[in-house]
């Protein structure tokens, strides 16, 4: 790849070519309009030039997103001479020989920003690609993590293996009093660093270094990473290969993230795990976090479940993995007792106080979860663990969710016998649960009119349990209810419908 092209010129130069951006109607809006479908990239041009005929913001969407060439004479009267001027002295313009044109460099119009990253076109990166390419901000599996991430307020942000620093600029910008950018390049760093002057964002800093070598001591309340993942024997490019197994750089930034999380902050992460024979993946998690994991409680929230030759059959497909490695691969994935691969989103909470943590697996549908699903999850079960819960449950009116009760049978003794209840939710998030017959047969009595005392009382009075019964153990019962998303406890239930 050729040496990046990025220059930092005076803030007027920066701020004259964002005007110009402006002006053109170079932004989010019309950069959607010309997709082919949602979240798509745009291809490159198979000419290799930007069509006659296109207006301001069609000529600078050919130049930064199709990687296409013009004519100087067609992009001075599109930009103007100071226009053409500031582009360059920025390094986003260059012209060769022949009076043709070209940006070096990516821009995506996104989030109010202008984020700069490798020109992008996953079916033509090949293994003899430079190992350092900045992937796009606007690439699927990155719009997928930055969706998760809350914007609620917080001091310190960081974004551990950053890239283009999408969700630091994004942080800094909307809800962050500072944000942070680490990435193991200076390609990424200076990448994500002129953007944010580009776009006038402040209370940003990118700084190089391996995982969180960077923080020199600093601790920060929301930690995200979207760190490589993809299984592979051979090494390709930094933001790609997750070692063997896919988890190999998200092992190394969970075991060290006792350094950098503060107390009562959460870490994001976006990856791919793998169930083995003798552990399932939340298992592995919690031995990477070490003697302190006691500390942490741990949410993963799985997409779904793949076959080995399954996952990685894509990433041959299209040449990203040598065929010829594949069957070593496999050996190596039997080695190790991978039974499933787990494209997932991982969410780790450290305490703000001591008490017994929780580990909490869950499947979920990433494209029809609501918004504040996940942080409503961590909440309950934060109150759970605090022995809190109980006391909502009691003195809250209780409504049932649209659940459905499974009956399972099993022939005993020669003849149908009843083996098991469970209860079935799709939102918030698709659950089987087993209940005890009883729980599943006091739902229809929680009609939101109902708190949980009263329906002890009531249960009491028929007859159905004992009148010593332990009002707070009742409630840990439909405690696990509210987590399964059965029940909803008032001011306390979870939001539904799909992410906006």
């Not at 019309?30 to 082919?36: H, L, R």
Request: charged fraction near 25%.
């Amino acid at each position: 790849m050729a040496a990046l092209s990025l220059r930092f010129p005076s803030d007027e130069v920066f701020a004259r070519a964002r005007e110009l951006f402006q002006r053109a109607g170079f932004n989010e809006d019309s950069v959607e309009q010309q997709a082919i479908v949602d979240d798509a990239l745009l291809p490159h041009y198979e000419d290799g030039l930007v069509p006659e005929g296109t207006d301001a913001a069609g000529l600078l969407i050919g130049l930064f997103l199709r990687a296409g060439k013009a004519s100087r004479d067609r992009v001075l009267a599109a930009l103007g001479e100071q226009g053409i001027a500031d582009l360059t002295a920025l390094g986003l313009l260059q012209s060769d020989d022949a009076g043709m044109v070209r940006a070096p460099m990516r821009i995506r119009p996104m989030y109010g920003m202008y984020i700069v990253a490798d020109h992008w076109d996953p079916t033509r990166l090949t293994r003899n690609s430079a190992e350092d390419v900045v992937m796009a901000p606007d690439f699927s599996s990155t719009l997928e993590f930055l969706s998760f991430i809350p914007h609620t307020p917080c001091e310190r942000f960081l974004e551990a293996c950053g890239g283009a620093g999408s969700a630091a600029l994004v942080a800094a910008q909307r809800f962050a009093n500072r944000a942070y950018c680490f990435d193991l390049t200076e390609r990424s760093t200076l990448c994500s660093s002129f953007s944010a002057r580009l776009s006038a964002v402040a209370d940003f800093e990118s700084r190089r270094g391996n995982t969180y070598e960077p923080a020199s001591g600093l601790q920060f309340d929301r930690v995200v990473a979207h760190p490589p993942c993809v299984p592979a024997l051979r090494h390709n490019w930094i933001f790609y290969s997750g070692g063997p197994d896919g988890a190999h750089i998200t092992g190394l930034h969970v075991e060290k993230l006792p350094d950098v999380l503060a107390p009562g902050g959460r870490f994001y992460c976006r990856a791919v795990g793998n169930d083995r024979r003798e552990q399932p993946f939340e298992d592995r998690v919690r031995g990477w976090l070490g003697a302190d994991h006691t500390a942490f409680d741990i949410l993963l929230l799985v997409f779904r479940k793949e076959s080995p030759l399954e996952f990685i059959m894509p990433s041959v497909s299209v040449g990203h993995i040598a065929v010829e490695d594949v069957p070593a691969w496999q050996q190596e994935v039997a080695r190790l007792g991978i039974v499933h691969f787990l494209p997932f989103l991982l969410v780790i909470q450290r305490h703000d106080q001591p008490r017994q943590p929780f580990t909490i697996r869950r499947t979920l549908d990433p494209s029809a979860v609501a918004s504040g699903a996940i942080e409503w999850l961590l909440d309950w079960e934060t109150l759970r663990a605090k022995g809190a819960a109980e006391d909502l449950i009691l003195t809250r009116n209780l409504l049932a969710a649209p659940a459905s009760q499974r009956i399972r049978r099993e022939i005993q003794q020669g003849e149908w016998r009843v083996t098991g209840h469970s209860l079935h939710v799709d939102a918030p998030f698709v659950s089987d649960t087993e209940v005890d017959p009883l729980a599943a047969a006091l739902l229809p009595a929680c009609d939101g009119q109902i708190n949980g005392r009263q329906l002890v009382d009531g249960l009491i009075a028929q007859g159905h349990i004992r009148p010593d019964t332990d009002p707070r153990a009742f409630a840990a019962v439909l405690a696990d209810l509210v987590s399964a998303g059965c029940l909803y406890v008032e001011d306390c239930a979870p939001p539904l419908g799909r992410r906006q």
